[in-house]
């Protein structure tokens, strides 16, 4: 896919859905490869892209760190130039070795609910209304 503005204003991913499901899945040494794959321009679109999903940003960070800091600041602007330092300030990561976001899950109910009190018996002798 061509790198455009209009496709990073629209949130639309710069590359297809198989080459981001590689990346996603792909281990530590294949992922520098599969980046490496990847245009410049395409790749500052594409950690941009990661960053702004929570679940990507790991991925994020490490194609980040591929890039040069004037193709993220010419995508992302301000974003990208703290993308940049973010990539550069900690240790590159990649998507193997951070591992997938946890997934926590609720030990007490989220909401509590008003008993209502219903004699369904009382209810069951009343005629029905038309």
């Known amino acids: 896919m061509k790198p455009s503005h209009d496709a990073l204003e629209q949130d639309v991913c710069p590359v297809g859905e ?10 530590e040494h294949g992922l520098t490869a599969l980046i490496d794959s990847v245009p410049p321009s395409t790749r500052a679109m594409l950690a941009l892209f990661c960053y702004r999903r929570s679940h990507l940003q ?16 010419h995508w992302g602007a301000a974003l990208g ?8 300030q900690t ?40």
């Open 18 to 27: 198989d080459m981001l499901g590689a990346l996603y899945r792909s281990s």
């Open 58 to 73: 790991p991925l994020a960070l490490t194609i980040a760190s591929s890039c040069e800091e004037r193709d993220l600041v």
């Open 91 to 130: 240790q590159p990561q990649t998507v193997a070795t951070t591992g997938r976001n946890k997934v926590t899950l609720a030990t007490k109910p989220l909401a509590t609910f008003a008993r209502i009190d219903v004699d369904l018996d009382d209810e069951a002798d009343a005629p029905l209304s038309a």
């Open 81 to 88: 130039s703290v993308l940049y330092a973010k990539a550069r």
